[in-house]
């Protein structure tokens, strides 16, 4: 079957799509944008257009933010006691999962990702995230201490801090894994008591839409997850830029990372910045070549290369360089390119045309400055958004294919001879978000991960994530961390109580 025939079958299974037109869910329920202008959802397989949501501004931003603040100090939100919010993050982890086929569907037409990955990592590790937090609720402490206060004469103090949470949080989100990344933030920030207002991608925002039914169903106060869809320079700006917001949590690009930054400081807003990568993976000598090509082909090829922490720098040991470019050439020539949600397919479309432009332009302008493609380099199929997985040598430290986040299945193979060459091609790079090794040798694995100047070292695999294992970079590629407790402690003010006695 064809993807245009494909994206219909699945189509017609969706009642959620069953109204063209969306609207924002602010106070729990459907909000109509003041606007009235509204952004078209395109199914990149197919470029149909799918759905339509708001084009919200800043009056719409306003009322999103007037009902995450009501709520948020609110009784029935503010005075729950803790494990009645467990017990509703787990109720809705639980909705979530039984939602599978559905939030999974909507994310392969939205997003062009495969049905399968979004089933698992989309949703089933975005559910399996909610239950994590969930118990994290009751689980927020601080510590008791023992004050050194001189006097007055008689007098003795206590002390001790508390966690209490930050305030409303604006969640602004990517379109890559566009469930998952929401409930890296809504999940911890629910958890710690705070009220949330998510702006997902104007790409892909009709799962963030349908997490907020479900987070009502689940019982949680109307005003706790406000959803609010726009663009980023406009309904994201404002949404930062609102003095009623007490943290950001973002993830995306650099450059938009560091621009919400700099208007944050001037609000003192607390923020989380989760940014790109161009991430590393260094090959040692004894490393099996059919296993480093397989784990170089699913570091890059996974999520058609749209992944923060893509391995898009391949770094193999001279020994062993033209064994593994030989098995990965052959797997990405072997890949099969198609609709998401067929199963057999390997390989879906990139987002967006605008994204697919984007990584042609990048390979156009490696192939311009020198560097050969071994393999790849072209659009795959006639129609939707398809790019060739793609093998890039011979390009040096100065090419933009080497410094800039392509964002796609592309990647670029360099030999090396001596370790400390590996090193310093692995760190000569603005960003530092993840790296991976290669090898069995634990001696020099071990030696090697305090060198590489990265938030997350992989040995042996990659793009491997885990609810309980902090994911944040250093150097361009990010502040502070989403998962695990530094996310839900992220999401807290630390106070301080001395208490003479
Ligand atoms: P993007 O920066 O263009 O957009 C991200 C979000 O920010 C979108 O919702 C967008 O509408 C909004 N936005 C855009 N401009 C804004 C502005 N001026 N003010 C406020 N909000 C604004 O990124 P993208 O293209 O959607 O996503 C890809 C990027 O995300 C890549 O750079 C990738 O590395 C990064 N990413 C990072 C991580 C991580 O954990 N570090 C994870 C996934 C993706």
Same mark, same amino acid.
């Given at each position: ?62 009322? #999103?933010?007037?009902?995450? *603040? ?14 009645? *919010?467990? *017990? ?21 037409? +939205? ?14 590790? @975005? ?15 601080? +510590? ?22 930050? @305030? ?127 784990? #170089? ?32 050439? &052959? ?33 156009? $302008?490696?192939?311009? &400055?020198? $560097? ?11 129609? @939707? ?61 071990? *030696? ?54």
């Amino acid at each position: 079957m064809r993807p245009r025939e494909l994206s219909q079958e699945f189509l017609a299974k969706l009642g959620f799509l069953a109204r063209l037109k969306h609207d924002n869910f602010i106070d729990g329920r459907p909000w109509p944008s003041r606007s009235g202008r509204s952004i078209p959802v395109v199914d990149p397989a197919t470029e149909m257009v799918v759905a339509e949501t708001p084009d919200s501004d800043a009056d719409d931003v306003d009322a #999103a933010v007037a009902s995450a *603040r009501r709520t948020f100090e609110s009784p029935a939100w503010a005075g729950m006691l803790p494990a009645e *919010r467990e *017990r509703l993050l787990y109720k809705l982890s639980l909705l979530i999962e039984e939602h599978a086929d559905e939030l999974s569907a909507l994310e392969t037409l +939205q997003s062009g990702k495969l049905q399968g990955i979004a089933r698992m990592v989309d949703v089933g590790s @975005g559910a399996a995230l909610v239950r994590y937090m969930a118990g994290w609720a009751t689980k927020l402490e601080g +510590q008791t201490l023992q004050p050194s206060i001189p006097g007055p004469p008689g007098l003795q103090y206590r002390s001790h801090t508390q966690r209490e949470p930050v @305030g409303v949080v604006a969640a602004v989100v990517p379109w890559n894994f566009p469930l998952a990344i929401a409930l890296w933030k809504v999940a911890p920030a629910l958890a710690a008591g705070c009220t949330v207002v998510l702006k997902p991608s104007e790409e892909t925002p009709l799962t963030a839409l349908r997490l907020a039914e479900l987070v009502m169903q689940a019982g949680f106060p109307p005003g706790v997850l406000n959803v609010l869809c726009g663009r980023g320079h406009t309904a994201g700006a404002a949404l930062t830029q609102h003095p009623g917001i007490n943290k950001i949590s973002f993830t995306g690009s650099t450059a938009v990372g560091k621009s919400i930054g700099r208007a944050a400081v001037d609000n003192m807003t607390r923020m989380t910045l989760e940014l790109g990568g161009k991430s590393p993976m260094i090959v040692l000598a004894d490393a099996d070549p059919q296993a480093a090509a397989q784990g #170089a082909a699913m570091g890059i090829f996974f999520n058609q290369g749209q992944v923060c922490t893509a391995a898009s720098r391949l770094y193999i040991h001279r020994s062993i360089f033209e064994p593994v470019l030989q098995a990965l050439v &052959a797997i990405a020539q072997g890949m099969k390119i198609g609709s998401g949600f067929d199963a057999s397919t390997q390989l879906g479309p990139l987002v967006s045309k605008r994204h697919f432009e984007r990584v042609m332009s990048h390979i156009d $302008a490696a192939r311009q &400055a020198g $560097a050969r493609i071994l393999t790849g380099g072209e659009r795959a199929l006639p129609g @939707g958004y398809f790019v060739q997985p793609t093998v890039v040598v011979d390009a040096t430290p100065q090419m933009a294919i080497l410094r800039e986040e392509v964002f796609g299945p592309v990647v670029v193979a360099l030999p090396f001879d001596e370790i400390d060459e590996a090193v310093a091609m692995a760190n000569d790079s603005p960003y530092g978000l993840a790296a991976s090794i290669w090898s069995h040798n634990l001696s020099a694995v071990h *030696r090697l991960i305090p060198r590489l100047k990265a938030g997350t070292v992989w040995v042996n695999t990659h793009n491997m994530l885990d609810m309980g294992l902090p994911l944040g970079g250093i150097k361009q590629s990010g502040y502070g961390q989403d998962l695990g407790r530094a996310s839900v402690e992220s999401f807290t003010e630390l106070k301080s109580v001395c208490m003479a006695v």
